[in-house]
């Protein structure tokens, strides 16, 4: 029977450090100013009390983060049990309890590969690294595995490689591993190592591969066994898959490992041709890939403001007549680039393929205007991860090691980020999701797959509807403007396109202010037309211009009755949110902020405006610093980024960069702590080193210690 204790009440004077120390150590803890309650939870269990609090941890994550925060760590070589103290005097002893230890893991990457692999790899190789397991690469996919093309990895073998596209591994499509005896090799070739533990990075079909793995293991094993070709007991393999795809297609995954670069490459690849289109005044019919999901060409097409969109998901009834109308109505507003985007696999309501030679004939008979077509190709795979790829990739690979660690059963799983929260799901609810999904494709039920791809997905794509005017006008009445206040954050100019284009496709009545709130005492107000900012909302900068300083409330009340605004869009950051309220009350109308901010620090939203920009500028600049000291040994470059009091733009192009530590405001840094980094960086140079290393540092993370000072 297991022993645990149900509930645990501790007495005194309770300082924020005890709070921290249990809440750190995963478990449910609630507090008043004399008294602690803390409870057992499913990643950490209170095993008893004795001379000490024993506190056993079932999770890697929550004992990956009592290293990483390296509170009260008293043993050196990570060995269990640790040893703490909170504040109460009550000393704490944490076990760490993995359902399975695992002594040998391989990893591979196989079927198309995908910008950030190379992260998640490197992540997974040094979590397991952590854990005591010996870590083997596997070349070439599955091919590998047939061919016994193995490695082991050792820490410095996965350095430097976050800023690397495609996959160091390399890939293959292994046709051997569709034939029983193809598996059955690559059978022979984990368990002579005794390979218990298998992380698989692919798209759908290599998660299937992994599938059949899974199944025909133990019989496989049991065979070679019989006739003698391996000694060893039998036992059945783990594996943990995360999904890697450009396409994005897995579904309950919000994104995977190489759909964010590759969306980056096509907005890139659109921004350098719109400035030829306008030039010459021209049309393109862009093709992305996507052969079943039309993720990549649907944001795309909103990324860059595309005059039309063909995806998979949902044919466009009557779309020779749709699309003229749109390039019609995108030339007579004076665009000069006009651009369609189209899925590899789209097809009109009869499930009949569209080609671009087709759209484009039509666009020049219909109009006369000359008419290209761009395939992007391989180009969409290539190339540097982005800031979320890397990351994604990291943490996916953080969390397969855990998983393969730490689950129940030998059911095979998959790590993704769904909801925006990081799960594990059963392989096999994965693959007969995508099954159901080619099923209603080959059925032409457009409504249901569309409703597979997730809220994210249909949201945007109701959004890029009304974009391509496909939806019906409606009749709001209010008159609404949009004004910027605060600090600059790239995007803001898309925003303020997309405000002007929605609001004049359904006639409302709609104003631009410039110059902030300044602007509006000095009565800067516009009627917008319907091409006036396409242009600028690739831009940088704020085309509306904004002040953050000036705030008169009186003077903004009186103009904005003056102008008779009835709803106010703020484009806003952490300051302009404090400001909504005074505005509402005093004018009585409907004031919404759109949360921009390169620090990410609106409470309440996921994302703001422009820290996906900022958090890949500060990541390329440190991939350039990095690169830049190859070949100089020791050397470490502080840098430090902005955020205010927020971490964030540290802490993730920390992770994205790959590095050694990322100091942030939102943590308390002691002494100790800092000797103890001085430490791990002595060890690092003292074992040599291939690159420059990192510290980052967020602007306000230490009181009294300048950056110089640091
Ligand atoms: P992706 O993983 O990008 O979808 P593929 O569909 O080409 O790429 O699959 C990658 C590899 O996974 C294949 O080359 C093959 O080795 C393996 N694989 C895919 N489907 C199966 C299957 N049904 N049985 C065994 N292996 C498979």
Known sequence: MELKVKELVLKGKITEQTVEIYEKLGLDVKSSGEMIKIKSTVSSTIKGVNHAIHVEINALSVLNRVFEEGFCRYSEDNSMPLEMMDDLGNKILVYFNPRKSIKKIAILTSGGDSPGMNSAIRAAVRTAMKWGSTVYGVYSGYEGLINDNLEEFLWNDVEGHNASGGTFLYSARSKSFFTLEGRRKAVYNLAKRGIEGLIVLGGDGSLRGASILHKEFKAHLNELIKCGELTCCPYN???VCIPASIDNDIPFADTIIGADTALHRVVECLDNLMTTMESHCRSFVVEVMGRKCGFIALMSSIATGADFLFIPESPVFEWKVALIRSVRRARESGKRGIF???????VDINGNPIHPTEVKQLIIEETQIETRILTL?????????SAHDRILATISGCK???????????????????NGVYRTFELEKIIQKNEEISRLQDARKYELIKENRGIFFNRCHQYSDSYCMRSSKVTIKKRIAIIHHGRIASGVNTAVDAFVHYGEIRDLDILVIYDGFKGLIKDQVTRPKFYDYKAEMKKSGSIIGSTSDTFDLDSIVRKIKQHRIEALIILGDEKSLMKIPDIASATNIDVILIPSSIANNIPGTDICIGSDTALNTITKSCDLLKSSSSSISRCIFVVEVQGGNCGYLALMSGIAAGAFESFIPERRYMIGHLSEIAQRLRLKFNQ???????????????????????
């Open 340 to 346: 369609v985007i189209l899925a590899e696999g789209a």
């Open 237 to 239: 393999i783990r594996i």
């Open 377 to 385: 190709g391989h180009l969409q795979r290539g190339g540097t991860p």
């Open 400 to 418: 397969a090691v855990e998983c393969l660690f730490t689950s129940d059963d030998e059911t095979p799983m998959l790590v993704c980020i769904s």
């Open 688 to 710: 040599g080193q291939k690159q420059g290393t990192l510290l980052l540092r967020n602007e306000n993370t230490f009181e009294k210690i300048t950056t110089d000072a640091f």
